[in-house]
């Protein structure tokens, strides 16, 4: 497991010493007006392995990946989980979807996207990583979550399973819809061998969800891979939410780690229902359990920003 506090650290000593890329009050940056919104944001995993060994280079649990970075224009996280199948030709799956997220947030902090096109990030982060002069060869879905400082919406792009949730006054307002081409088989991002090419799922960033609406002060902003959505509900997730009281980091913090340390739990509980379970009986197929998988969980609340 890498734990929330480390990945809090993290995260805080990588812009100017301070809170200043997790949290919109802390200053650094430049640009925050009047009246600007910001995100203060946490994150926790687990990865499905976690007791072989630490965290991965980069924020990574297991195969999946994440960033949180900060731009004067915008705060913007994202998540990515790297499909396990590559493992069985030789291939580590977290690397491509490391890879694609530090692409993603090196592009944020140079200033290189729109606020309002999360699926232009993803685009040429991808396309970075095609051009590479070394092929890096793997698959992984991706769900990039933009908060425009200045005019308090929020963009976002999902492909494949991954997704977020909004809520309001305790009440899920807003959420991604899961993108499957058939029964636990996500959208996906794809880089395979040239004699591969056409055989590997591959999909276009194009191919998105891409969503716009305005949020609030106050909002909660959870983003995740499967492997909480996969064992949580959302009602469960909502439990788990309302011991969130103020946007305080610390408080953020320990809710993430809850949420995420619960659905961990879950994973390995032979006797309970899981979505993933309930799915797949859906699908006419006898399983039950909780689904044992690499966990991210990004928790964002909607702040006043100041400069």
Excluded at 28 to 50: N, Q
Excluded at 84 to 100: E, H, I, K
Aim: hydrophobic letters at 35%.
């Amino acid at each position: 497991m890498f734990s929330v506090l480390s990945y809090g650290r993290l995260v805080a000593r990588a812009v100017l010493g301070g809170l200043s890329q997790t949290d919109p009050r802390a200053g650094g940056g430049g640009g925050g007006g009047s009246g600007d919104y910001g995100l203060v944001t946490a994150g926790c995993g687990f990865g499905k392995d976690f007791r072989k060994g630490l965290l991965k280079k980069g924020a990574c649990y297991g195969d999946d990946a994440c960033f949180v970075a900060r731009h004067r224009s915008a705060d913007v996280l994202g998540v990515a989980d790297g499909v396990g199948g590559w493992r069985d030709y030789g291939v580590d799956p977290s690397q491509f979807s490391g890879t694609l997220m530090r692409t993603c947030e090196r592009l944020v902090k140079e200033g290189r996207f729109v606020p309002s096109n999360p699926v232009g990030i993803l685009t040429t982060s991808y396309c970075e990583l095609l051009q590479n002069k070394v092929p890096l060869l793997g698959s992984s879905t991706a769900c990039i979550v933009v908060l425009d400082r200045s005019s308090h919406r929020l963009h976002t792009a999902n492909l494949g399973d991954s997704g977020f949730l909004v809520v309001r006054g305790g009440e899920v307002v807003h959420r991604s819809d899961e993108q499957q081409h058939y029964f636990n088989t996500p959208f996906q991002l794809s880089i395979a061998p040239p004699e591969a090419e056409g055989v590997v799922l591959s999909d276009s960033p194009d191919a998105a969800d891409s969503t716009s609406f305005d949020v609030q002060l106050g909002d909660i902003i959870l983003t995740a891979t499967d492997g909480l959505f996969d064992n949580m509900p959302d009602y469960m997730i909502l439990q788990e939410l309302k011991k969130l009281k103020n946007s305080n980091y610390e408080s953020i913090q320990r809710t993430a780690r809850s949420i995420a340390e619960q659905a961990h739990e879950l994973a390995y509980d032979p006797n309970y229902m899981s979505p993933f379970a309930q799915f797949a009986c859906d699908n006419g197929l006898n399983v039950r359990g909780g689904k044992p998988d690499d966990i991210t969980v990004l928790l964002s609340i909607v702040a006043e920003y100041t400069d």
